[in-house]
């Protein structure tokens, strides 16, 4: 983890930063049986576990330029199937992440519920150890 003051907190509270890996499934076309994560070289995101989890997927969706609607998304753990709370923060949700650590899991960003072939964004932690969750 990485922990960095809150300047705009006027307790001076520490908050913890979560570094991932991220990258998308373009599955925009289902006929194409040849999709790769993208893009190659996945950039790294910061997510906060102390902000609801709506209010950084747009911030991951802009960085990776994904062709995909933001709209209509949710995110599924790997290791449980468990869908998280969007509305919520990681904070809020520590029990949902119980065992993804070990698990060596990842984190399904889901899009246009609707359709047939979901889109999907891997959300990897950068250090394969300590991998959490999306957002750890």
Same mark, same amino acid.
């Given at each position: 983890?990485?922990?960095?003051?809150?300047?705009?907190?006027?307790?001076?509270?520490?908050?913890?930063?979560?570094?991932?890996?991220?990258? #998308?499934?373009?599955?925009?076309?289902?006929?194409?049986?040849?999709? #790769?994560?993208?893009?190659?070289?996945?950039?790294?995101?910061? #997510?906060?576990?102390?902000?609801?989890?709506?209010?950084?997927?747009?911030?991951? %969706? *802009?960085?990776?330029?994904?062709? %995909?609607?933001?709209?209509?998304?949710?995110?599924?753990?790997? %290791?449980?199937?468990?869908?998280?709370?969007?509305?919520?923060? &990681?904070?809020?949700?520590?029990?949902? &992440?119980?065992?993804?650590?070990?698990?060596?899991?990842?984190?399904?960003?889901?899009?246009?519920?609707?359709?047939? %072939?979901?889109? &999907?964004?891997?959300?990897?932690?950068?250090?394969?150890?300590?991998? *959490?969750?999306?957002?750890?």
């Amino acid at each position: 983890d990485r922990w960095f003051q809150d300047r705009d907190d006027k307790e001076n509270v520490r908050v913890c930063l979560e570094i991932c890996v991220v990258q #998308f499934l373009d599955d925009t076309d289902p006929f194409n049986s040849t999709n #790769f994560p993208e893009p190659t070289r996945p950039p790294l995101y910061t #997510f906060r576990e102390d902000i609801a989890l709506v209010t950084q997927l747009a911030g991951v %969706h *802009r960085l990776l330029r994904a062709p %995909h609607k933001l709209d209509d998304c949710t995110l599924q753990l790997s %290791h449980n199937g468990t869908y998280l709370d969007l509305e919520s923060t &990681l904070v809020e949700q520590r029990d949902e &992440l119980e065992g993804f650590q070990e698990d060596a899991g990842y984190v399904k960003y889901l899009s246009d519920l609707n359709e047939r %072939h979901p889109q &999907l964004v891997s959300v990897e932690s950068a250090d394969l150890h300590q991998q *959490r969750v999306v957002f750890c």
